[in-house]
């Protein structure tokens, strides 16, 4: 029992309790920590633990599991059962805790702060309570470039407080399990394993430290590579314009040509881009002809805003638009299938190819990485960074 008061006084978190009623709530006060979806599986999830651990009921200490055993975790409607050895527990939830209080490891992965084991009638999920900081160590050097020596510092750091507001603003509007997800659709983390100790620096040197506008928390955006120009963020997300989220040009000479995917180019077919609508749910066959496709209208930034695509059959002529960054996910990239790099492109036809021509990588909205770390080794720090991608914000600490 002494173990389990030691435990909640390491963290600042109230997400712990071992109250059922509060199971899953968030907690005003709970500024500090957040949860992570690490995992989810629909019937079952396996972890072979590779450091001692203790395993948690909702209200105590119910077993400790050795180096190389595995803890089997299984879903019921109300309810999560886990097995370790011949032993069977069943509880609202289960919570794995690291038994030298630092880092709990299984299946070749390492995470600070500790591990909770739920389910949702649907599926087992396992969610990563962590200390904000800690969560912020283990994304930057999955999302950013680290660079040689100092060279990109400034910029790690102005990403630091971006991923920070991010984080900050998903925990305030999480749903009851769980505040964000491991991956692109919020932010890459990699817990423990992910850190490196230039990117630890950028994020202990901004500790705390976020973007606000009229007193709140920045909405904040990122993207690998503007091209040039940044873009409003109405023209790409269903949003309200910002007057901090607005196009901005990213240097006469812009500071993201280092990015390889400053330039680039696709070369669909027109079998290609009949299979893409088609995968899509743009069109219900791939019987159809393409006899043109062109750009009817761009945005002030050279994003494309209205794409037109003219088709055939026997039943006759269908006329398709596809709007600003809707065109990158139904227009995939042939041969790999990945999402079209960015909105940024001119069409060429020839000899039945189309031809995209086009530069960036991503949306377009808010901080441009590469040019952030083209800013930082052209000497800017990252005040100058983040006033130039987010102008009219100011800095301040999440918790005063």
Known sequence: MCFILVFYAC??????????????KKNDNDLNSIRILLDEKPAALFLTIQNKVFLFNEKRKIAEVNNGNTIECYGNPETVSVKVGRQNYIGKYFQIVAADGNSVKYNGKSYKGNIRI??????????????????????????MPLGNGDDNFEGLKAFAICARTYA????????????IFPDTRDQVYGGESAEETISNKAVEETAGMILFSDGKPAKIYY??????????????FPKPRQS?????????????????????????TEKDIIQRLYDSNVIPATTYTLDDIRIVEKYNSGRVKNLEIDLSSGSGSKEIHLYGNEIRFKLRTPGKNLVLWSTLFDIKKSGGKII??????????????????GRSRAGQNYTQILNHYFPGTSLGKLND
């Open 11 to 24: 963290s600042s978190s109230k997400r712990f309790t071992s109250d059922e009623a509060t199971y899953g």
């Open 168 to 179: 900050a603003a998903k925990m305030y509007e999480g749903s009851a399990l769980y505040d």
């Open 356 to 373: 995209f021509n086009g530069k960036g990588y991503g949306h377009g909205v808010g901080l441009c990485q590469w040019g952030t770390i």
């Open 244 to 268: 901090y989220l607005v196009a901005t040009e990213d240097g006469s000479d812009p500071f993201c040509k280092i990015s390889p995917r400053f330039k680039w180019e696709e070369v669909y």
């Open 223 to 236: 993207h690998s590579t503007c091209g040039g120009e940044t873009e409003n963020v109405e023209n790409v």
């Open 118 to 143: 739920v389910s949702t009638g649907n599926s087992v999920e396992l969610i990563n309570f962590v200390d904000l900081e800690n969560y912020l160590k283990g994304v930057i050097a999955k999302e």
